[in-house]
C-alpha cells in the first residue's frame, strides 16, 4: 500500500512538472528571448547602459543605438509584447543587464489584446512592471512612453489616452521615474493619428514617426 501511495505521488510530481514546464515553453516570444541570451553569450553587454524594453516599437527601431550616439543602448524589444510578457521575461532580459535606466514602452498590445481590457487592467499590469523592477533594481530609472496613437487602433484611443493618463499620475509621484508623451506629438490638427508618420499597415512607425520619438525621449536619458 505504501508502495502505491509513493508511487501516485511521484507521478503526481510528474505531472506538475511537466505542465509546468510545458507552459514555460509555450508561453510566447520564448524563441526570440533565447535569441537574446545567445547574443549575450556571445558578446558581453555593457553594464549599467540604458535598457530599451518593449515591443514592436521597439524591435523594429533598427536604428536605436545609432540615433542616441552618445549613450550606451540595449535594445530588448521583442514580438508584439504586452506588459505581461515584459513581466514575465524580466529575469531573463532585464535584471541580468543591471541598467541605470530602463525606458518601458508597453499597453499598445494590451489594448487591443482583448475587449475585455480597461484602463485600470493596463494600469495595473504596468505598476506590477514598476515595483517588479524597482523591487530588484531600486536605483534604476524608469521611464515609461507613453502608449501611442496609430490608424490601425484609432477605435482604442479612448482607451490608450486614459490609461497613459493614469499611469502619467502614477509616476509623478514616485522617485527615478518619469513619462514620455509621443501620444499628444502625433495627432494631426483634428485630434487624429497622422497617417503620415506610419508604414502601410497603419500600426508601425516609418522613420518620420521615430524622429518625433526620438526627439521626445532624449531629452529623458541619463549620462
Known amino acids: 500500500m505504501r508502495r502505491l501511495i509513493l508511487l501516485a505521488i511521484l507521478c503526481v510530481c510528474a505531472f506538475l512538472s511537466n505542465t509546468t ?21 556571445l558578446q558581453t ?20 543605438p545609432k540615433d542616441f550616439p552618445e549613450f550606451t543602448i540595449i535594445n530588448r524589444g521583442f514580438g508584439g509584447s504586452t506588459l505581461p510578457d515584459i513581466i514575465h521575461y524580466a529575469h531573463q532580459i532585464i ?21 475585455t481590457i480597461t484602463v485600470d487592467s493596463i494600469y495595473n499590469r504596468f505598476v506590477r512592471l514598476f515595483y517588479l523592477v524597482r523591487e530588484k533594481l531600486p536605483n534604476t530609472k524608469i521611464s515609461f512612453v507613453s502608449i501611442k496613437p496609430s490608424p490601425r487602433r484609432q477605435h482604442l484611443m479612448p482607451l490608450m ?10 509616476l509623478a509621484h514616485q522617485p527615478r521615474a518619469d513619462f514620455i ?7 494631426d490638427e483634428k485630434g487624429l493619428p ?18 518625433i520619438w526620438i526627439n521626445a525621449i532624449k531629452p529623458h536619458l541619463i549620462l
Do not use: C
Open 21 to 41: 514546464h510545458a507552459q514555460q515553453e509555450n508561453w510566447p516570444f520564448e524563441n526570440e528571448i533565447r535569441q537574446f541570451q545567445h547574443q549575450d553569450s
Open 45 to 64: 553587454p555593457p553594464e549599467h547602459a540604458i535598457l530599451f524594453i518593449g515591443s514592436s516599437s521597439f524591435r523594429m527601431w533598427k536604428t536605436l
Open 95 to 115: 535584471f541580468p543587464y543591471q541598467p541605470k535606466q530602463i525606458i518601458v514602452y508597453g499597453g499598445d498590445n494590451d489594448a487591443a489584446s482583448s475587449s
Open 161 to 170: 489616452d486614459a490609461a497613459n493618463w493614469k499611469i502619467q499620475q502614477f
Open 181 to 187: 508623451d509621443v501620444y499628444h506629438l502625433m495627432l
Open 194 to 211: 497622422r497617417k503620415d508618420l506610419f508604414l502601410d499597415d497603419g500600426l508601425h512607425m516609418n522613420r518620420q514617426g521615430y524622429v
